[in-house]
């Protein structure tokens, strides 16, 4: 390819709301043949609403007070819809996990806050009610986290966004071109299986860690797959490095952009589709 030919792709790019690192990133686009795609924020708007609060030995405020309080710090989507409006009390030694929740002190008190087993693998028990409450969110395809302090949970506050109004056509689109799409996500199985099947995607892989992305787009690869990978969040960047293929969402995080080969500035993965129809026509006329 010459440079020039891939500049003009470059340009073309640039019109459809696409940002390229460089002309060369083109090459790697054209020969993708299967495509990951994060879900909150991806698939779905990552604009997560607190949709219910579960209280168990403890007030509902309590549970609302100390979750927004070690939210505060975290830039998560799921810290941010915790965190709206709430007032907090004062957050001390914070620690966040990525993929798993957050701990930290409230008002000098320790406490947690994430997935169920992030919780107990921190010793704290689950009451029945509480659990329940998981179980019951996760069935309607929302997420629950768990909050809890002084050896035990005292509540579920259970968040939910929605599926994109592109992300079915994004689906067909990138089906259209010959390209299999799975959906990869930290959140619980049944919630990746209910946004999955409202897009049209198949193939779900839930409960995965951060690094344990990059470990699938690396088993992928090994497999003698050309791979992009579509995020949009922190704990995206390692696998959006790793992948041949990087894409960010644009309105997602900063290190998530700097870890991709391609930014999608308005965040339509329809675009991504686009992408590789644009880098496939512009290498045929080149060649
Ligand atoms: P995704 O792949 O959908 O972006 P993550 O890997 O970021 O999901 O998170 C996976 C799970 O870890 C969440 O569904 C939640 O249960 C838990 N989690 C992560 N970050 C937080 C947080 N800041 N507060 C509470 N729970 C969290
Ligand atoms: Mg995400």
Request: charged share 20%; net charge negative; aromatic share 2%.
């Amino acid at each position: 390819a010459t440079p020039t030919a891939l500049m003009v792709g470059t340009g073309r790019g640039a019109q459809l709301g696409i940002l390229i690192r460089g002309p060369e990133v083109l090459e790697a686009t054209r020969a993708v043949d299967i495509v990951v795609l994060d879900k909150t924020g991806t698939v779905t708007t990552g604009d997560m609403r607190l949709a219910e609060v579960v209280a168990d030995g403890a007030s509902e405020d309590d549970v609302r007070r100390v979750a927004a309080t070690l939210e505060s710090a975290s830039e998560h989507p799921i810290a941010r819809a915790i965190a709206a409006g709430t007032p907090t009390g004062t957050l001390t030694e914070f620690a966040n996990e990525p993929g798993l929740g957050v701990t930290g002190a409230v008002d000098g008190q320790g406490a947690v806050i994430g997935r169920p087993a992030f919780l107990t693998a921190r010793g704290l028990t689950i009451s029945d009610t509480l659990a329940d409450a998981v179980s019951a969110a996760e069935a309607r395809g929302a997420t629950p986290v768990v909050v809890g302090w002084s050896g035990r949970a005292h509540g579920v506050l259970v968040v939910a966004d929605t599926v994109k109004e592109s992300s079915a056509e994004a689906v067909r689109r990138l089906r259209a071109l010959g390209l299999s799409p799975v959906l990869l996500t930290g959140d619980n199985e049944r919630t990746a299986r209910a946004v999955a099947s409202e897009v049209g995607i198949a193939d779900v892989r839930a409960g995965v860690l951060p690094a344990d992305k990059v470990a699938f787009v690396r088993g992928l690869q090994e497999r003698g797959r050309v791979v992009a990978m579509v995020g949009d969040g922190v704990n995206d960047a390692a696998a959006l490095a790793q992948a041949d293929l990087g894409i960010a969402m644009g309105t997602g995080t900063d290190v998530a952009r700097e870890a991709s080969d391609l930014t999608i500035v308005s965040g339509d993965l329809r675009v991504a589709a686009d992408a590789v129809r644009l880098s496939r026509r512009t290498l045929a006329i080149i060649r």
